[in-house]
């Protein structure tokens, strides 16, 4: 009879001695003694390895002694029995041991030493077999479940707005056409412009940089809706938290306002950290030692802290009265700049703070403009050694005022009908809110740069994996 495998990281936990089990895994280490050897295996359940026994007793124990190098892939059964060893409480004596695919140490790419993460992302297809790249997956996978448990336990429905789309409303400027023309005969052509009527949906199309829109026509029909997809920004700018693909994470609730906003986004938050803490606490600690020493103390005063709230009006005062200066001057009417957002959050005020309606001239045409008419219920969630995190605002949902906004900023209103219907039919006060989920997973882990917290990173010149 064939024996049912376990996980590793279930053994660790939980394992007794005098039970038989089957593990299979990856070889990550093996040491060779006299009379028996040692190997390491793991199968990606957890940070910390099961260490195998072979005796010499084991049937072909000096063929399979030459086959278990790093990397090679391992079916094992046998008793588990208690470890000497320090830092481990149990081990596994093998009784069978089957070797599934060799690996030779001399060309494998992932030797015991520690490797940069620059080389570890020239070896993506392999990487996630590391400690850190391991640890992160796991811990992005416990992000995605919790943002998921969160609103699913709350009554919102998670809809699944288009990737590919044919409004760039915000004019952001970084998108990717998706087209089917035929461009090699473009480029025989002479002409200068390309006839977007004949292609694929005869207008011109992108990748989505943002659920949002969608999301709001969602909301004006189910109440409580909230997105979490792929995104995609041709940034031309390689920096550490910048991808080309990325997931974004946007609620959107009708019938809310910003205050209701923004007690969502601090639930939200803390409900996440509080999950991971909880989920993943091994790995939370070997970032806490290996990579970023102040990742425990920062998920813990988002946990168990009250987020301050402030006007953008008195974030500037306070910004102004600081006793030092910004490289980049402080004045009303500026966007915040992540010195100013980790001066309030880390130095100020020590934890999370919401920063709340910012000048009409620097937020994006959708937001609700206020009875002042200079500034908009927008709230920029900033958190210690993180910055910005989160970023949302109340809606504008009056008709009048949002047509009159889109002229000002010389959108075409003729692309956006469909959203000017939803106010025109219906209309209600609603508010939501985005997070790009890979910064999240660099917050919570500390990691430095954002191509090492997705699997396979879109950047610009690099698409290989
Ligand atoms: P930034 O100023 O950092 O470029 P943004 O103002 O362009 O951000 P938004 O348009 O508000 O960002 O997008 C919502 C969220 O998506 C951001 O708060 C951020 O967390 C995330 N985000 C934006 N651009 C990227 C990107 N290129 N790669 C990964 N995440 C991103
Ligand atoms: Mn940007």
Known sequence: MEMESLRIGEILRTGQPDESVKIQGWVRTKRELKDFAFMEVNDGSSMGNLQVILGKELPNYV?????????????????????????????????????????????????????????????????SRTNTIGAVMRVRNACATAIHTFFQERGFLWVHTPIITASDCEGAGELFTVTNLDLNKIAQKETKEIDYSQDFFGRHAYLTVSG????????????????????????????SRHLAEFWMVEPEMAFCDLDGDQDLAEEFLKYIFKYVLEHCPEDMEFFNQRIDNSVLATADNIINNQFERISYTKAIALLEKADR?????????????????????????????????????????????????????????????????????????????????????????????????????????????????????????????????????????????
Request: proline residues 6%; charged residues 25%; glycine residues 8%.
């Open 212 to 239: 949002q829109l969608e999301a709001e026509v969602m909301a004006l029909a189910l109440e409580k809706v909230y997105t979490f997809g792929p995104t995609f920004r041709a940034e031309n700018s390689n920096t």
């Open 325 to 465: 200066q910004f490289e980049f001057p402080v004045e009303w009417g500026i966007d915040l700049q992540s010195e100013h957002e980790r001066y309030l959050a880390e130095e100020l005020f020590k934890k999370p703070l919401i920063v709340t309606n910012y000048p009409v001239g620097i937020k994006a045409f959708y937001m609700r403009l206020n009875e002042d008419g200079k500034t908009v219920a927008a709230m920029d969630v900033l958190a210690p050694k993180i910055g910005e995190i989160i970023g949302g605002s109340q809606r504008e949902e009056r008709l009048e005022v949002l047509e009159r906004r889109i002229k000002e900023l010389g959108i075409p209103a003729e692309e956006l009908w469909w959203y000017l219907d939803l106010r025109r039919y219906g209309t209600v006060p609603h508010a939501g809110f985005g997070l790009g989920f890979e910064r999240l997973v660099q917050f919570m882990t500390g990691m430095g740069n954002i191509r090492d917290v997705i699997p396979f990173p879109r950047t610009p010149l690099s698409a290989e994996f």
């Open 63 to 127: 063929e399979i002694l030459k086959k278990i190098n790093t990397g090679a892939s391992v079916a094992v059964a046998g008793v588990l029995v208690p470890s000497r060893g320090v830092g481990q409480r149990i081990e596994l004596k093998a009784n069978t041991v089957t070797v599934y695919g060799e690996s030779n140490p001399e060309t494998y790419p992932l030797q015991k030493k520690r490797h940069s993460f620059e080389f570890l992302r020239t070896i993506g297809h392999l990487r």
